[in-house]
């Protein structure tokens, strides 16, 4: 994860990235407090750095995050609760265990999958937004600064010409993560979040990575796991949003 971040923030010039005691510490520059915060490498990241990162990160005025690793020290869950952050669901880290269902999982009736052009963004914009009930403008002001970003692939899944689904994959080495799976509340349940994500990977192993890890939400968790992905963990997520 710290590779991934370190990795995104080159095409930010307002981004920043610490990694330091066991931890590592980030902020976007965004009001979303998942990508403001800070995380912990090891289980033994000590405290003391930890809450040092925090008030860093809460300097800046964003919501912010902090994401704990099974086996952390209790000492940084009461670390958050004292300052007053609020413990969302936890996030489990799926990794991709079997690719053999990742070509199937494409073909869904009536979709068409097409990768982007930068200068095509918008679509992904949209659907994106409409998916996760957030502003355009934000998710626009996320996604524009990795346009062009070396392994940087947008997809587009369409159902008889019409927008209904939207993946990001970004490969890095020898892996490839998942961002932004979206699909159009109204067409859920029909494949097409599943179909997107598994051309994101397809491509992205077709280019060179070996591996893949996303983090998943509720609802997209039996989605992952159906492409052959499997949780290795479950983060603790604190928040605070002011």
Do not use: C
């Not at 020290?73 to 609760?81: I, T």
């Amino acid at each position: 994860m710290a590779e991934t971040a370190v990795y995104l923030r080159q095409a930010n010039p307002d981004a920043w990235v610490v990694r330091d005691g066991g931890a590592v510490a980030a902020a976007i520059g965004l009001p979303i407090a998942t990508l403001n915060g800070v995380s912990t490498e090891r289980v033994d990241a000590d405290p003391v750095t930890v809450a040092r990162l925090l008030d860093q990160v809460a300097a800046t005025g964003l919501p912010y995050s902090l994401q704990l690793r099974p086996g952390t020290s209790p000492a940084l869950a009461q670390l958050a609760a004292a300052r007053d952050m609020v413990r969302e669901h936890d996030t489990p880290l799926m990794v991709l265990q079997d690719p053999a269902r990742l070509g199937s999982a494409q073909q869904v009736d009536g979709l068409k999958i097409r990768e982007l052009a930068p200068e095509e963004i918008e679509p992904h914009v949209t659907v994106g937004a409409a998916a996760f009930e957030a502003p355009p403008e934000l998710l626009r002001q996320l996604v524009a600064p990795v346009l062009g970003l070396p392994g940087t692939r947008f997809y587009l899944g369409e159902a008889n010409g019409r927008p209904v689904a939207t993946s990001l994959g970004v490969t890095i080495g020898s892996f490839v993560v998942l961002f932004n799976i979206a699909t159009v509340p109204a067409d859920r349940g029909r494949g097409y979040g599943a179909a997107v994500t598994a051309r994101a990977v397809s491509d992205g192993l077709a280019a060179g990575a070996s591996w893949s890890w996303l983090q998943s939400s509720p609802s997209g968790y039996r989605v992952y796991e159906r492409l052959g992905y499997q949780a290795i963990e479950s983060w603790q997520v604190w928040v605070r949003q002011s």
